[in-house]
């Protein structure tokens, strides 16, 4: 066969090899930038919850990564320290049981396991009904600020359509109970690793903590 006849099938090749790495170079370009925005405003929450005044040490650079029975992934803990003494705890975490996916929340505690604030990084539950967990939307999330495990009592710590203490969004059952149970999770993580969550090299062994997130209502 000549090479006059494969030229179209060649230009054919070649155009769709460079089609495909183009793709691939937006691609890459576009889940960069996805990167850098959800870690700004991973940052921006960071700093919402926790102004500067509270710390002085490198708080993105002092972390590690805990896992958490209940939850897929560890949560990394960031630790804030303020004359070398410890400030607060901000834990980013994620929890897969949400409506629609993947939940991320900034959860800051004091030192004594007490929680400063709780914040939705990414979600991709309902506009008009999921999406009242951002802070922007309503104030529900800020029903956790004050809580720790003993406040309420820990049968108490759950929904209030599971009989617990804590308000559900009217048609967002399913998603107010993921965060509500992440949040319960991550601080029996956080205080079970009492003073080591603050050492230089903590013990990141996993923790035997029953899931308890096997019901949905």
Do not use: C
């Amino acid at each position: 066969m000549s090479l006059k006849r494969w030229k179209p099938a060649l230009a054919l090749i070649a155009v769709g090899l460079l089609a495909a790495t183009i793709l691939a170079g937006l691609d890459r370009l576009t889940r960069d930038r996805i990167a850098l925005e959800q870690e700004r405003r991973a940052l921006a929450a960071l700093t919402e919850l926790l102004p500067a005044e509270r710390f002085d040490n490198e708080l993105v650079s002092d972390w590690f990564e805990h896992p958490v029975a209940g939850l897929e992934r560890p949560v990394r803990i960031y630790r804030a320290r303020l004359d070398d003494q410890p400030s607060a705890a901000v834990l980013d975490l994620i929890t897969s049981r949400g409506y629609s996916g993947d939940i991320r929340l900034l959860v800051a505690i004091e030192p004594d396991w007490t929680i400063i604030g709780v914040r939705v990084l990414e979600h991709r539950e309902t506009p008009g009904l999921g999406d009242r967990i951002e802070i922007r939307r309503s104030d529900w999330i800020r029903q956790f600020d004050g809580a720790s495990l003993r406040r309420p009592i820990p049968e108490a710590w759950a929904p209030d359509r599971r009989g617990g203490q804590f308000d559900t969004l009217t048609n967002a059952t399913i998603t107010t109970g993921a965060i509500t149970d992440a949040v319960r999770l991550s601080l029996e993580a956080a205080e079970s690793l009492d003073e080591a969550l603050w050492a230089t090299e903590p013990d990141t062994q996993a923790l035997e903590i029953p899931p308890d997130l096997s019901q949905n209502p």
